[in-house]
């Protein structure tokens, strides 16, 4: 019987069919669907989903580590021996000697239930998330400006009607391509402007009339920003009357931007006045105009701060609220949206209320009948979170789900030397990534197809993950492993197993806060997407009891008390810049094949087969300088760490610059190279821009 699901990877959670295939050499085929996001179309990982299900490396038994090495364990065994590690840790040390790190993929339900399983039956501050390496800059500017986060606050399909969009540091054309759809109408009128300092897939959308590619120096999209802006005002292009209606702050914002004329702004990021001119123009007499940002310029050490000047721009164009024009984050993760709602992030509870704020501490404290003041506080941000890991007085013992941080991490041979420091540490996975490999316990849980819960898409649209094939004997979900370690450690509280009883228990936790999906559940999930055939399934949040739903933000008023924007001054730092022999500025990010870490990608043949191995990007006039040829084996280092990888010379990089995927591990992770430098306001890591050196290397990578 064929299953009408969402594809496991990205945010755009295209819409699939999933059919049984009785004797195939993979148990279903996938098949697109029609749906607002991807009308029927997928990515090369959509499609090869189903090989996932059938690697050959899947996980089926528990693994205990003895004298060194993983062996099978029964689960009573696995999951007796955490409890009783966390139970002594928690004696001796108390509870925030024992940590959770989570990830933006897990179900709306998994994630919910972790963060619950963390502050009651662990009773430990000490939990976030892998999306702190993702959306963290865009949420955090997001809540400052508008008093809430909601990736895009209007569905995919409103950038049909744009005749100008701006895309700032998002390559979508091999992040989620079905999304590219949306910007045919920008393209055919020559407004589709990118902002990127590669010649990528998405900038390539740009040529023979359909747009303008802006080249920035690498971590100078601020001050690119902020020139953008002092034009528009120069010029008379603001809207002022929706300005004093509907922000603060606009004196302020219009003094800081005074000093960024397009010169001094062309003298910073490369980019000409001329073109920064022809920019704000086309923004301000756009028919329809939206500014998008994404983890190009938001996975900085100013990312909120980048995030927030693009919002600023915004507007002041009078762009956001409006129907036909507006501004958005484009979230990455297949649960990005979703999973920082719920209680991942260190400083939050369900319904994005904040830990800190007693009426939400009373609130969920209700819900999950605990009393208030037993929740713990709020913890530290993943980065700090990692670098406590097996210090005296840190962390002792860290249960991993969803996320393989040993490689997305940042300073990643850092990351690995703290996981080894640790007196235990759990991961539960379906494969054995590079972290589990790392893992006293290993747990096999239950993949995409083999589970049923919720997701939460890039423009907040519920939906629903459905089963569509048992998983094999020996794997269990999340959900089931969290309940039985709380009944093994005695914590107080329900722990449902089934995801609709959990789904409708984060519904009650969620009412009345931010993120309210009070009038949500699994059974009006279904029932609407049977309605409409599919078209139109899932339900926008919020979606308060008796509501149905907001599929746009903002048309009246802004989520702050005073129902105003926030206009915020923000100033660039200071930039150094690459200047010893063979110096370059590092940029790393995605390819078409692969996905996050590569856990699951790099174990499709179709998808590695294409993209093998880690390739480092030159401009062939600084491959030539250094000696580099296409195709040659280079060594990419810096105090931190170095990376073998092969030469790919291309015109589309500027010659200061050196890219390279962070999909893969060993001596070709990119993370080995990056800092652990992050956002004062974000938290979020510096993955951007990394000054490292580039020459020939001896050995083939």
């Known amino acids: 019987m064929p299953t009408a699901t969402h594809c496991p990877y990205c945010a755009l959670q295209c819409a699939m069919t999933v059919t049984p295939v009785a004797g195939g050499a993979v148990p279903v085929e996938v098949s697109g669907r029609p749906f607002p996001t991807n009308r029927g179309g997928l990515c090369k990982k959509g499609w090869t989903s189903a090989e996932l299900l059938t690697t050959p490396g899947r996980l089926t038994t528990?693994?205990?580590?003895?004298?060194?090495?993983?062996?099978?364990?029964?689960?009573?065994?696995?999951?007796?021996?955490?409890?009783?590690?966390?139970?002594?840790?928690?004696?001796?040390?108390?509870?925030?000697?024992?940590?959770?790190?989570?990830?933006?993929?897990?179900?709306?339900?998994?994630?919910?239930?972790?963060?619950?399983?963390?502050?009651?039956?662990?009773?430990?501050?000490?939990?976030?998330?892998?999306?702190?390496?993702?959306?963290?800059?865009?949420?955090?500017?997001?809540?400052?400006?508008?008093?809430?986060?909601?990736?895009?606050?209007?569905?995919?399909?409103?950038?049909?009607?744009?005749?100008?969009?701006?895309?700032?540091?998002?390559?979508?054309?091999?992040?989620?391509?079905?999304?590219?759809?949306?910007?045919?109408?920008?393209?055919?009128?020559?407004?589709?402007?990118?902002?990127?300092?590669?010649?990528?897939?998405?900038?390539?959308?740009?040529?023979?009339?359909?747009g303008l590619h802006v080249q920035p120096a690498p971590g100078t999209d601020l001050i690119v920003l902020l020139g953008l802006t002092h034009i528009v005002l120069a010029e008379g292009l603001a809207d002022l009357a929706y300005v004093a209606e509907r922000t603060t702050g606009f004196d302020a914002v219009r003094r800081s931007v005074a000093s960024w004329w397009p010169e001094r702004v062309q003298e910073h990021t490369g980019v000409p006045a001329a073109e920064l001119r022809e920019v704000a123009r086309r923004l301000a007499r756009g028919r329809g105009t939206y500014i998008l940002t994404g983890r190009g310029v938001e996975q900085h050490v100013d990312g909120t701060d980048t995030a927030t000047a693009a919002i600023n721009l915004a507007l002041v164009l009078g762009l956001v609220g409006r129907r036909g024009s507006g501004y958005g984050t484009l979230t990455g993760q297949g649960n990005g949206q979703?999973?920082?709602?719920?209680?991942?992030?260190?400083?939050?509870?369900?319904?994005?209320?904040?830990?800190?704020?007693?009426?939400?501490?009373?609130?969920?404290?209700?819900?999950?009948?605990?009393?208030?003041?037993?929740?713990?506080?709020?913890?530290?941000?993943?980065?700090?979170?990692?670098?406590?890991?097996?210090?005296?007085?840190?962390?002792?013992?860290?249960?991993?789900?969803?996320?393989?941080?040993?490689?997305?991490?940042?300073?990643a041979g850092a990351i690995r030397e703290r996981l080894q420091a640790l007196d235990l540490l759990v991961v539960s996975d379906f494969v054995l990534s590079e972290t589990a490999e790392l893992a006293d316990v290993v747990l096999p849980v239950t993949q995409w197809a083999e589970e049923e819960g919720t997701m939460t898409s890039l423009e907040g649209r519920v939906l629903r993950r459905r089963r569509s094939l048992r998983p094999p004997g020996g794997v269990r979900s999340e959900l089931s492993i969290l309940s039985e370690l709380a009944e093994r450690l005695g914590a107080p509280s329900e722990w449902p197993t089934e995801p609709a009883a959990v789904f409708d228990e984060l519904a009650r936790a969620s009412a009345g806060g931010l993120a309210d999906y009070s009038g949500l559940s699994h059974a009006l999930l279904d029932a609407e997407a049977d309605a409409a055939d599919g078209e139109a399934e899932g339900a926008h949040w919020p979606y308060p009891a008796g509501s149905r739903g907001t599929p746009r933000l903002f048309a009246d008023r802004f989520s702050h008390p005073d129902g105003r924007a926030r206009l915020v001054v923000v100033r660039p730092r200071e930039l150094t810049t690459a200047s010893g022999p063979g110096e370059l500025t590092l940029i790393t990010g995605r390819l078409l094949e692969h996905y996050q870490s590569g856990a699951q990608t790099r174990r499709v043949p179709e998808l590695m087969a294409a993209q093998p191995e880690v390739k480092a990007e030159l401009h062939p006039a600084t491959a030539a300088r250094l000696g580099i040829g296409e195709g040659q084996p280079v060594r990419v280092s810096n105090d931190r760490g170095e990376v073998l990888a092969t030469a790919a010379l291309t015109g589309g990089i500027r010659m200061d610059t050196v890219f390279l995927p962070f999909h893969f591990a060993g001596r070709q992770c990119a993370n080995l190279l990056t800092e652990a430098a992050v956002d004062p306001l974000s938290a979020m890591p510096e993955f951007k821009r990394t000054r490292v050196t580039v020459e020939p290397a001896g050995v083939a990578a």
Not at 90 to 104: E, H, K
Not at 391 to 410: D, E, F, K, M, Q
């Open 338 to 411: 979703g999973g920082r709602e719920h209680g991942q992030k260190c400083d939050q509870l369900p319904g994005y209320r904040k830990i800190t704020d007693p009426a939400a501490r009373s609130h969920v404290a209700s819900v999950w009948g605990v009393p208030p003041e037993s929740l713990p506080g709020p913890g530290v941000p993943a980065v700090e979170l990692l670098g406590m890991l097996g210090r005296p007085g840190g962390v002792r013992a860290l249960l991993v789900h969803g996320s393989n941080i040993v490689v997305s991490g940042p300073d």
């Open 62 to 210: 528990p693994l205990v580590r003895t004298d060194g090495s993983l062996r099978s364990a029964t689960w009573d065994e696995a999951l007796d021996l955490i409890a009783r590690t966390l139970t002594g840790i928690r004696a001796t040390d108390g509870p925030d000697a024992v940590a959770v790190f989570g990830g933006g993929g897990l179900t709306n339900e998994k994630a919910y239930l972790l963060g619950k399983f963390a502050r009651v039956a662990l009773g430990t501050s000490r939990i976030d998330y892998n999306g702190r390496f993702c959306m963290s800059s865009a949420a955090a500017a997001g809540n400052r400006a508008f008093g809430i986060d909601r990736g895009l606050p209007f569905p995919v399909a409103d950038l049909d009607g744009a005749d100008t969009i701006l895309l700032l540091g998002s390559n979508v054309g091999a992040t989620m391509p079905p999304f590219i759809g949306h910007l045919a109408g920008a393209r055919s009128a020559g407004g589709l402007i990118v902002v990127d300092p590669r010649r990528s897939q998405t900038a390539q959308l740009t040529a023979e009339g359909g």
